[in-house]
Nanobody
Framework: QVHLVESGGGLVQPGGSLRLSCAAS????????IHWYRQAPGKEREWVAF???????TYADSVKGRFSISRDNAKNTVYLQMNSLKPGDTAVYYC?????WGQGTQVTVSS
């Protein structure tokens, strides 16, 4: 059974940083690509970033240069390092593998 658990969200001031984690189980993690998505209140869920099994990464234009996705295969975990955060980054952040989603972690950027 696939299980994805996000953590690391919280309240941060504009310009601050957070690192989100996505711990995976029930998959062969080392050969699995993982996505990060986010959903702001009243908006549709949007794709944020992807990391392939080999480590190649892609980003949405809205976060390019500020967010960085990485993985630790020994810990079955994918990270999303978020820097220079803006109020517009406020959302629930989810990780996804194929059709499986985590429960999400709330990120709030506010002064």
């Amino acid at each position: 059974q696939v299980h994805l658990v996000e953590s690391g969200g919280g309240l941060v001031q504009p310009g601050g940083s957070l690192r989100l984690s996505c711990a995976a189980s029930g998959i062969i993690f080392s050969i699995s690509g993982i996505h990060w998505y986010r959903q702001a209140p009243g908006k549709e869920r949007e794709w944020v970033a992807f990391i392939a099994s080999g480590g190649a990464t892609t980003y949405a234009d809205s976060v390019k240069g500020r967010f960085s996705i990485s993985r630790d295969n020994a810990k079955n975990t994918v990270y999303l390092q978020m820097n220079s955060l803006k109020p517009g980054d406020t959302a629930v952040y989810y990780c996804k593998h194929h059709t499986h989603w985590g429960q999400g972690t709330q990120v709030t950027v506010s002064s």
